[in-house]
């Protein structure tokens, strides 16, 4: 998750950014019910240089503590997870930087994305076109990115393996009318490497008394399709705007996964804004996914419960303060709950244990 998030470019922008220079500042926490925590600081800024050059970039610190599932057995008679003992602490370093130079209607961007922590650098670069078509009605965007990576373990020092991502992606952005905006993008990437988990493991037992014992191995690439539509709507006699999006994706390990998000915007004069929102996702396993090793044991398996069949939900609340002397000041605080039940048209992976979590993010911004 953390390589795919490294990348540079994922989506088109819906709009592009406003013009002008900001600079901000975030915090955001991140609890699950008795497994991990995770507190990010975020310092932002973009700006414009002369009328052709815009610049945007940021740095983080990820700072993570808790415990993580790393044992799924069922010695019990049913497939658990086992939650490690040890507390982990960890702390991931981030920054990245974009530039975007105009040429009338047309405009060309490269970016850099560097991360590293204890057990998994990163490096990433990105390019992306965008050309203004039918007085600036229609936007056509074009990206590539590409990331190198290096997976360890902290349990085994040894352990230096790289892994390797590509990722392009087409996309339009069509104004339908004044009041209606509809975006849809495809991305679609290659990855080769080391894909195991280090951390993970499973032990499972037999009636006739045996047991067997296996790491987390997975194939050795993974080829993926996603496709996002976005539409967005407002409503000038409430001053509101609706926004709902799709997201389709698929890989080569089995997984087909949907999202649907929508939200509603409401703005209360010029100072205060508020967005509920609800998300929901729901996918379906990996083909190499066994909470319980099989017979003949396979060479490619994995008992992690994110390869399997399962369903989430996560409810937010968004608010906006503008302040006269310019300052912006936003809170957003959200919940999520993944289950087996959430999966859509029908039970999901038994052995999926439900999880909990609450996540936080407060901001202050500036334009000058």
Known sequence: MKAALALPILVAPTRAAAE???IGFDVLGYKER???KITEPVLWARG???EAWD??????VDIITGASPRLVSNATGSPVATISGASISDRRNTADVKVTRHFGDFALGASRTVSDEKDYDSKAFGIQAQWDLN???TTLAAGYGKSNDRVGSTDNPDLHEPRYTQEYMAGVTQVVTPVD??????SWGRGDGYYDDPYKFTVSFYPDGTLAAAGDTRPDHRNTVSWLTRYRRYFPEGNAALQADYRYYHDDWGITAHTIEVGWQQSFGDRWEVRPGLRYYTQHQADFYFPVIPRPQPAILSSDQRLGTWGGLSPTIRVVLHLDNAWRIEGTLGYVQNSASFHWGGSGSPAFETLRAVYGVLGISRPF
């Open 48 to 50: 414009t240089i002369g």
């Open 135 to 137: 007085q600036n009605n």
């Open 181 to 186: 905006l509809v975006q849809s993008t495809l």
């Open 34 to 36: 008795g497994l991990m």
């Open 20 to 22: 002008g220079n900001e």
């Open 55 to 60: 610049v945007e970039g940021s740095a983080a």
